[in-house]
């Protein structure tokens, strides 16, 4: 990873983090009990400033764009993904408005001074049984307009990091049938959260289920106009970055394992033995080029005047960056054999969470649907 910091600023934000990773890896086994959540990595975090990491400089934050961003990314998470990837979701969304300033201006101002001050967000969209937003399902959630107020009902699952937010940013279907944004107050009444989070993966996510029971907020919360999109949304690399972390983590263990491991019958470490070293060799090379193709992609994003034609080479990085995390880890368990299935080795929770990466967004088989008709659209073209 090292060979891919560019400046010394970020290599000095890559030691901070590097500081806190041993941390957080002893602090990992906590994160296996029903209801856990890594307090502490959220607070060592902040008390480095990470929440603020790609908080525009003209509302007090550090102002690093994508690049670092995704550095950080991988960095947190070889210390632990559940951590990297709860406090991704907070430095992305603020990064995405920092790229395209698409909120009202008067939420961004006191959201960006709260966020300042150690605030922390995220947006909750999914719905139970209601299908998923990426695939266009509506809200049930609903926001009525009753004079300077919304009343906001509904609940949202998968709200990761439900713990410690402050701001949530909760999609709602208005009475006329519109989508709105609306920014629910952790503290406002009727906000409460259901500990629904059972997965045997990222358990640490604490991505709970948001419940909103009659809650009024003022009229002014409303994120962003009803029709802003955010025309680039490179942020969503720290998904990918968050898995190539992991898989580095379960990699340097099972090297670690293999070159310290002497089984009396082979009078030598299994790191001398040519089919280790062949999967080492493969692993190295797997992480190798997933590293370069991300890194590659985010230069390209950055450097990209059009970032909206970005989207297919975002979505390919993350399916081809995550099944190759897959693929490192499950070498990495072959290395270090069965006793990586212990619940007292750490590479069981590598093997449990590197999975998960096969349901974040985007999911591989809607990639693949929409690369298909491209080319079915573009080979009956060229018959005409």
């Not at 307009?145 to 009343?151: H, R």
């Not at 993966?201 to 802003?228: D, E, F």
Request: aromatic share 8%; proline share 4%; hydrophobic share 40%.
């Amino acid at each position: 990873m090292e060979s891919f910091v560019k400046t010394a600023q970020q290599q000095e934000m890559l030691n901070q983090i590097n500081q806190l990773k041993s941390v957080f890896q002893e602090r990992e086994p906590e994160l296996d009990a029903l209801g856990s959540f890594p307090f502490r990595n959220i607070e060592d975090l902040k008390n480095i400033h990470y929440h603020t990491l790609t908080l525009p400089k003209d509302f007090g934050g550090q102002g690093f764009g994508l690049y670092e961003y995704i550095l950080a990314q991988e960095a947190i998470s070889e210390g632990s993904g559940a951590t990297g990837l709860s406090i991704g979701w907070h430095t992305g969304i603020v990064l995405e408005y920092a790229e395209n300033r698409h909120w009202h201006s008067h939420s961004a101002d006191w959201l960006m001074e709260k966020i300042k001050n150690g605030a922390l967000i995220n947006t909750a969209a999914t719905e139970n049984n209601a299908g998923s937003p990426a695939r266009g399902a509506l809200p049930r959630t609903t926001a009525v307009l009753d004079g300077d107020e919304w009343i906001v009902n509904g609940e949202k699952t998968y709200t990761s990091m439900a713990p410690v937010l402050d701001y949530t940013f909760v999609t709602a279907t208005t009475a006329d049938e519109q989508v709105i944004t609306v920014i629910i107050p952790r503290e406002a009444t009727g906000v409460s959260i259901d500990e629904t989070w059972d997965m045997l993966a990222m358990r640490g996510t604490a991505s709970h289920t948001l419940v909103l029971n009659n809650v009024r907020i003022p009229s002014s919360y409303v994120l962003k106009p009803m029709k802003a999109q955010a025309i680039g949304k490179g942020w969503l690399l720290h998904i990918p970055a968050c898995y190539i972390g992991i898989a580095a983590a379960a990699r340097t263990y099972a090297i670690d394992f293999a070159v310290g491991y002497e089984p009396a019958s082979l009078g030598k470490p299994i790191a001398e033995t040519p089919n280790i070293r062949q999967l080492i060799g493969e692993m190295e090379l797997e992480l190798s080029t997933a590293r370069h193709f991300l890194y590659g992609t985010v230069e390209r994003y950055e450097r990209a005047e059009d970032k909206a034609a970005m989207d297919e080479a975002l979505h390919v990085t993350k399916i081809a960056v995550t099944n190759a995390a897959l693929g490192i880890v499950d070498k990495a368990m072959k290395i270090v054999g069965s006793r990586a299935l212990s619940e007292s080795n750490p590479m069981h929770r590598h093997y449990m969470n590197v999975r998960a990466g096969l349901y974040n967004p985007p999911m591989e088989d809607m990639v693949k649907s929409q690369m298909a008709g491209k080319a079915i659209a573009s080979f009956r073209q060229t018959q005409n």
